[in-house]
């Protein structure tokens, strides 16, 4: 089945991608060639990217790329509805990522943060690729993280009750963190959060050193000794050893330690201070590479913007519960109109999916189709606002589109 647009070339209802993968050093050398069925390249494999981002759009199978035929019919491809809201682009951007070790201590922006760190580089001259940039698009970046494999992550601060409690005992091994202790203690609330984290992120380098090495022995002393925060001090000593100097180490005892088993997601709106430690999972995000780091990476680290984006509200992980729509099928809502994410369990009976906003489609097992078009396992497709499709066959799909 096709359909014809004025102006445009005729258009099948879902169409193939093929996808970027991003080498980014703490990636898995083997978890996205294993999905894809291709042999591992040997170097690192951290991100796949399914969308139209200007770095790096996916290409379809019919020629050009997604960006490229987004831009010639931006009502044709996304809905009259996408492009009124969101301008003549694609809003988001999918991803499997696949960390074998953890990416930095980075946030992301609002919006209109974004719009104005944007313009004042593109203001200075600093070249898009320059390293020292800090903002390489004008838009936001909300993203959902729902696991594939057991998924490990500091994300959010924590209720600062509970941190109060686990930094009791390291104070006595290390006093040096004292201070900042007792600076949250006098003032328990996101005040005197956004006062420690900014005391932390700005220690004098001649100090930073001294500092982390005395809260990595202390809390590998309180391992030993029996704690009721296990994982969180061990990720403080696996993180020292990796990082040493970091002040990002110390930035940790701070955050929600959590686990996603697969299926279970979190949700991180602008400003939320995290790092990705391990595990593979589906990502969907709005379409932007805006990474505002504070440490425990050897790329740019921009301290002041980033204690000016982060959101320092404490309180538990920002876990999204899926909601189910029909039999095997479940969706991912976050509160942004840019994106959500479904999952659908096909068991060979013929399910619809939806046609009112544009789609990617991840094959993550079995074997599919999308009206006709094969999808295996590892395979993704796009497909254009206003085309039904229904997926038959086995396995399980992911479909990232607007939330709208």
């Known amino acids: 089945m096709q359909s014809t647009r004025v102006g445009t070339p005729i258009t099948a209802p879902a169409e193939l991608l093929d996808n970027p993968v991003r080498p980014y050093a703490w990636g898995s050398p083997t978890a996205i ?12 494999q ?8 200007p770095a790096e759009p996916s290409r379809l199978r019919s020629g050009g790329t997604l960006l490229e035929r987004i831009g010639a019919d931006p ?10 809201q969101f301008g003549p682009r694609l809003p988001f951007l999918l991803k499997v990522i696949a960390a074998a070790r953890p990416l930095s201590l980075q946030a992301h922006p609002d919006l209109a943060r974004a719009r104005e760190g944007y313009a004042e580089e593109e203001r200075r001259g600093v070249p898009l690729g320059s390293p020292e940039r800090s903002y390489v698009d004008p838009n936001h970046k909300p993203e959902l993280v ?17 941190t109060l409690r686990l930094l009791a005992p390291l104070v006595a091994a290390a006093p040096v963190l004292r201070p900042h202790r007792d600076a949250l203690a006098a003032r328990p609330d996101r005040h005197g959060l956004r006062e420690v984290v900014t005391g932390l992120l700005t220690v004098p380098a001649d100090r930073r050193r001294s500092l982390v090495d005395a809260v990595v022995a202390a809390s590998a002393a309180g391992l030993a000794a029996g704690t009721d925060f296990p994982a969180e001090l061990a990720t403080v000593v696996a993180l020292g050893e990796a ?19 697969p299926g279970e997601a979190m949700f991180l709106a602008a400003g939320n201070l995290h790092c990705y430690l391990s595990g593979t999972a589906v990502e969907v995000l709005a379409n932007s590479d805006n990474v505002l780091r504070g440490g425990l990476t050897p790329k740019h680290v921009d301290v002041p913007e980033l204690l000016r984006v982060i959101d320092v509200a404490d309180g538990p992980p920002p876990l999204v519960s899926p909601v189910t729509e029909g039999p095997g099928q479940t969706a991912y ?5 840019d994106f959500r994410l479904d999952r659908v369990e096909l068991a060979g009976g013929p399910v619809p999916l939806p046609a009112g906003g544009p789609q990617i489609v991840l094959a993550l097992s079995g074997s599919a189709e999308l009206s006709g078009l094969e999808l295996p396992r590892g395979a993704s ?19 990232a589109t607007t939330n709208l």
């Open 33 to 44: 060639p294993e999905l894809l069925g291709v042999p591992p390249s040997g170097g690192p």
């Open 46 to 53: 951290a991100e796949l990217w399914m969308g139209a981002h």
């Open 75 to 84: 009502a044709g491809e996304l809905s009259p509805a996408v492009v009124e």
């Open 146 to 162: 729902c696991a594939l494999t057991p998924f490990e992550a500091l994300c959010g601060f924590r209720a600062i009750p509970d």
């Open 243 to 261: 990082y040493p100097g970091d002040l990002g180490v110390v930035i940790t005892l701070l955050l929600n330690r959590l686990r996603l088993e």
């Open 333 to 337: 809502v976050p509160a942004v109109p």
């Open 381 to 399: 497709a796009w497909v254009p606002a206003g085309h039904p499709v229904v997926a038959t066959g086995t396995g399980v799909l992911v479909r």
